[in-house]
Structures are given as C-alpha cells and as structure tokens.
C-alpha cells in the first residue's frame, strides 16, 4: 500500500542540527513533488519546503528558508529534511507529504501522508 | 495569523448540519487556485477529505461536500456523526508579489455536541 514513514525527529539543542527522512512505498517515487509540513504542540499546520519530483525546483516558507535544505534520493524513494540553526520555535510533528497530481504541482492537493515525527528544540 | 482565516471552531448535534468557511484573498483563493480540506482525528496525521474544491477521495462519504466561491470556500457536513469531531484545515496556493507559498487556514475544531 501507497506509505510514507518519517524518521529522525528528537530532541536537540537551540542553533543544532537534525536530519529528517521519509521513506516511501507503494508508488512511484520518483514521479511526484513532495512537501514537509509541521505542526507545533496544540497548534496548526504550517507548511515548511515543497520539492518537485526530479528535484530540479525547492521552494521554502519564509521562516526556514536559509535554514534548512529538503532533498530526495529518487533511487532510495527517500525524502529528507535538513534543519541547520534550529530554534525552539521550530519544535513540531514534522509530515512528508505527496502531491496528488505529478504534473500539476502548485495546485495539488496533499493525498498521502506520514504519521510523523516530533522535533523538539530544547536546551 | 494565517493566509487563509477559519473559525476556530463549530459545533453541531448528531445528524445536524455544519459549515467551515475559509477565506482568502486575490492571491490565493480569488487567483484560481484550488481549495483542498484535510481532517485531523486527534493524535493523528492529516487525512485529505476534498480537493480541487468539491472532489472527494474514495472511501469519504457523502456527507462531506465542498465548494467554492470568489475568495473564499466552504465544507459542509451533513448527518453529523460522533466520528467526525477532529480538526478540519483548509489548503490552498498563494502568489503574489512577495513569493510564491503553499497556504493553510489555522484549522477549526469541530465539536459534535
């Protein structure tokens, strides 16, 4: 079946470092964008970096671009975030998520996503 | 403050009908792009429940619909069930002078009474 599993969350210290993975399943990888989107304890969604499918393009949100970098692997079907001078206000459940349409990207909704994992910037 | 604005909450009886509006702007809802809503069971991940405005995925029931109108959207849900007490967020594309960015609204939770 169609799956997304993240991976690499915990607990790290303000101006640190953590790389986030997101293995996939099921489809094929390598045809569709993908997006991180996070969501703070008892807050919102909020979304954080898209990437297309050949990882020719990367968009950030204003308040990580310049700190952290998304990526993929196409031949691991794996996604990744790297978050470099975190802040407390970065702690969060972080999502992969899949584009739903590959050719349309900017307007498709998000139709699978993981379960998760929490990052926690703390000293 | 977000992008696109939601009620923080609603509630409803079993059986009755809600409504979740979500508002934009011209840059986002009002350019033409399209509106998607997730559902959000506590301590889970996101789910989607409607894209391209009114479309729903299989396995969604009927009684979710939505639709959309000038700058803003709307989900309804009718026959309401203790099930569908969660959070529900509003998605959309926003583009304007300042960049580009994918938009969420800041989610309303739903309460089935």
């Known amino acids: 079946q169609v799956q997304l599993v993240e991976s690499g969350g915990g607990v790290v210290q303000p101006g640190g470092s953590l790389r986030l993975s997101c293995a996939a399943s099921?489809?094929?990888?390598?045809?569709?964008?993908m997006h991180w989107v996070r969501q703070a304890p008892g807050k919102g969604l909020e979304w954080v970096a898209f990437i297309r499918y050949d990882g020719s393009n990367k968009y950030y949100a204003d308040s990580v671009k310049g700190r952290f970098t998304i990526s993929r692997d196409n031949s691991k079907n794996t996604l990744y975030l790297q978050m470099n001078s975190l802040r407390a206000e970065d702690t969060a459940v972080y999502y992969c998520?899949?584009?739903?349409?590959?050719?349309?990207?900017?307007?498709?909704?998000?139709?699978?996503w993981g379960q998760g994992t929490m990052v926690t910037v703390s000293s | 403050q977000s992008v696109l604005t939601q009620p923080p909450s609603v509630s409803g009886a079993p059986g009755q009908r809600v409504t979740i509006s979500c508002t934009g702007s011209s840059s986002n809802i009002g350019a033409g792009y399209d509106v998607h809503w997730y559902q959000q069971l506590p301590g889970t991940a996101p789910k989607l429940l409607i894209y391209?405005?009114?479309n729903r995925p299989s396995g969604v029931p009927d009684r979710f619909s939505g639709s959309k109108s000038g700058t803003s959207a709307s989900l309804a849900i009718t026959g309401l069930q203790a099930e569908d007490e969660a959070d529900y967020y509003c998605?959309?594309?926003?583009?304007?002078?300042?960049?580009?960015?994918?938009?969420f609204g800041g989610g309303t939770k739903l309460t089935v009474l």
């Open positions: 998605q959309s594309y926003d583009s304007s002078l300042s960049g580009s960015d994918w938009v």
């Open positions: 099921g489809f094929t990888f390598s045809s569709y964008g």
């Open positions: 998520a899949k584009v739903s349409e590959p050719s349309n990207y900017y307007d498709s909704s998000l139709d699978i």
């Open positions: 391209g405005n009114s």
